[in-house]
């Protein structure tokens, strides 16, 4: 659990970055910043550099040019000894889970933890146990291999493994992808409570627009491989850039900003927040 | 941010009614404090002041031991105060009393016995006896499948067919060749010290040529075959029905069987019987060279021999046993890829009995081929 801390502080710092596959270039110059305690999106079309850009932040791909700092730590040229103590400050929810076949869901959560400290078996059950009540799931499930679950219980396993070691940082990576309304909405509550409860910052890739208006405190717009535009959603709408205004301009972005209008609207009328419309 | 850095979580005592704590109640801090915990000596029935000012940090771990250990002594109608925590640590702690109490309501009656060893063996036995029943089924399917193919030509996938005879048997040529030609080696070396023992050297040919021709070439082409492409059917077909490609084909209209299957038996049956004889020769070939050397054989006498003593019907006999184990491995490794569920766990676990069983099968077909040719006489 993080001491507070300045809203100003920046967690994830890039600059100049430059990535290249062969001839094809994928980011060319991007700056981006994320704060200490938002939930920050990343969104762009497909082939934007999204994912790209993820695995350059998660040590999984090193950049061509230009810097990444993650928690003050600058990635290129770390050693392996400060990545290890990077990669146990942040967690990782991969899009398709990432979760162990071999390993039941109680054994995936408490797999970091058994790797990394030196508690004893008992104890890092029941808090695997905790970890995957806490990310929505029946205890029922922690016995069960990740071949068994659904698609949804499967997101909410990987969530909950890449809680295991409190992280202070966590990406998500499409994380209501494949999701039924109601399971997404689970998650939109979720990344919220977690966010309230820990302090985390968490950076989220997706094209869920109603994650985009009821979660993310900023979203920033990949395309041709740079930033178009950094702000919350309202800000963004009113922006011109062509780039942009396709998340905005589509039927499904229409739809997604009018309800988030009428949310609104019902907030003023009785005081208090009303639920998300379903 | 390992465990070397921080300061372990501890409790002190300082009178018998207050608790101290310190240091990092997180995962990479208490690895000591579940025995001092349990260490700790408290009056029955007293009032217990829990001093949480010198925490410096408190994760989901560290909240979910210490609200145990207050459970624990609430339990034994211990009164407690705590004091001096932060606001968040608070927050964490509540959040994680109501998760244990949750917990040990759920906990109650959900354990299962643990299996019986009689109980295992009845397990493994059903499904020993499942896996073979299915075996048996798909062996029919396959017999389905290529009666209709069969009877409609045209049906056939030919490219696939060529594919396969390109992969599981030009390609396997190598290897084949190289293996057969030191099992004649070693046939022939070690016949040699016998045969020289009663002077008959030159019967090393017939000592070759009948092992090699009738037994050995079938058998060691048939496990590299199964070893080779057998293993590599069934991770094929596996990983295929792990990433739902084999569902996809179903919805598409297009019968796993005819693409799959069928391509790879009819292409190891067209493959095996000429490795078969690729084996023969290279085998023999290493058999004369061994003879040379040893018994001081030439190779004209050792081939004249040859002719007189291998029949045309050994060569058949050994070739005949080629397509049958050809069918056998196709169809194990076909079979064996269906079975695949879950992840790549299973993928690894179906190869591998596709392999072991394959290459029993093998030899069971081969023991059973030469109980029949002693009773046909060939």
Redesign the interface.
């Known amino acids: 659990m993080q001491v507070e801390t300045s809203a100003r502080e920046t967690v994830i710092d890039i600059s100049k970055v430059t990535t290249r596959f062969g001839d094809h270039v994928v980011h060319s110059g991007l700056d981006l910043q994320v704060r200490r305690g938002e939930i920050f999106a990343l969104i762009g079309g497909s082939g934007s550099g999204k994912s790209t850009l993820l695995r350059e932040m998660i040590l999984l791909h090193q950049p061509d040019s230009g810097t990444i700092r993650v928690l003050d730590v600058e990635l290129k040229n770390i050693s392996d000894d400060d990545a290890l103590a990077l990669r146990q400050r942040w967690g990782v929810m991969f899009q398709h889970g990432g979760l162990f076949g071999a390993l039941t869901i109680k054994e995936n959560v408490g797999l970091p933890l058994r790797e990394h400290t030196g508690l004893d078996d008992a104890l890092i059950d029941q808090i695997a146990d905790w970890k995957l009540s806490m990310a929505g799931l029946e205890p029922e499930a922690g016995s069960q291999y990740p071949s068994e679950l659904s698609g949804g219980m499967m997101k909410r396993a990987a969530l909950a493994r890449s809680l295991a070691l409190d992280p202070e940082l966590l990406f998500l990576d499409e994380p209501t992808a494949g999701l039924d309304p109601e399971s997404a909405d689970g998650v939109d509550q979720l990344v919220l409570k977690l966010r309230d409860l820990f302090g985390l910052t968490i950076v989220i890739i997706t094209h869920d627009l109603d994650l985009l208006w009821q979660v993310a405190d900023r979203v920033a717009v990949l395309a041709e491989g740079t930033v178009q535009g950094v702000g919350s959603m309202a800000e963004l709408s009113a922006m011109t850039n062509p780039a942009i205004l396709k998340f905005f301009d589509g039927p499904r972005g229409r739809s997604a900003q009018k309800q988030q209008h009428q949310a609104e609207v019902e907030t003023i009328d009785t005081g208090r927040p009303s639920s998300k419309p379903k | 941010?390992?465990?070397s850095q921080v300061t372990p979580a501890a409790v002190d005592q300082s009178t018998p009614q207050e608790l101290a704590l310190s240091g990092s109640w997180?995962?990479?801090g208490?690895?000591a404090i579940?025995a001092q915990l349990d260490a700790l000596t408290v009056p029955v029935r007293a009032e217990i002041i829990v001093n949480g000012t010198r925490i410096d940090?408190?994760?989901?771990?560290g909240a979910?031991?210490l609200q145990?250990f207050i459970d624990r002594l609430r339990d034994k109608g211990i009164k407690l105060t705590i004091s001096g925590l932060r606001l968040?640590?608070t927050?964490?702690l509540e959040?994680?009393a109501q998760?244990?109490e949750?917990?040990t309501k759920?906990?109650s009656g959900?354990l299962t016995p643990p299996t019986s060893r009689l109980e295992n063996l009845g397990r493994n036995a059903k499904s020993t006896f499942d896996q073979i029943v299915a075996l048996l089924g798909f062996v029919g399917e396959c017999a389905v499948g290529f009666a209709v193919s069969v009877a409609h030509p045209a049906r056939i996938r030919w490219r696939p067919i060529l594919y396969n005879i390109r992969s599981a048997g030009f390609d396997a040529l190598p290897i084949v060749g190289l293996l057969s030609f030191l099992l004649g080696i070693v046939v022939a070396y070690q016949g040699a010290d016998q045969l020289r023992q009663y002077g008959a050297n030159i019967f090393v040919a017939d000592l070759v040529g009948l092992s090699m021709l009738r037994e050995f070439a079938p058998l060691i082409t048939a496990i590299i075959i199964a070893g080779r492409s057998g293993s590599a059917y069934a991770a094929q077909i596996g990983t295929m029905s792990v990433t739902e490609e084999i569902d996809a084909m179903r919805t598409l209209g297009i019968v796993p069987m005819d693409l799959l299957v069928l391509p790879k038996i009819l292409a190891l049956l067209v493959a095996m019987p000429l490795l078969t004889v690729f084996a023969d020769v290279l085998g023999v070939f290493g058999g004369m060279i061994m003879s040379r050397a040893q018994l001081g054989v030439g190779f004209g006498e050792f081939l004249d021999r040859f002719v007189k003593a291998v029949s045309v019907t050994a060569y058949l006999v050994g070739i005949c046993k080629a397509p049958v184990f050809a069918v056998i491995i196709a169809v194990v490794g076909c079979f064996q890829g269906f079975r695949t569920?879950?992840?790549?766990?299973?993928v690894g676990r179906q190869t591998t009995r596709s392999v072991v069983q394959s290459i029993f099968l093998v030899i069971v077909a081969d023991a059973l081929f030469s109980v029949a040719f002693s009773a046909l006489d060939l």
């Open positions: 941010m390992n465990s997180t995962v990479w208490m690895g579940g940090a408190l994760d989901t771990g979910w031991v145990s968040q640590f927050k964490l959040v994680a998760a244990a949750d917990q759920l906990q959900e569920k879950g992840g790549a766990d299973s």
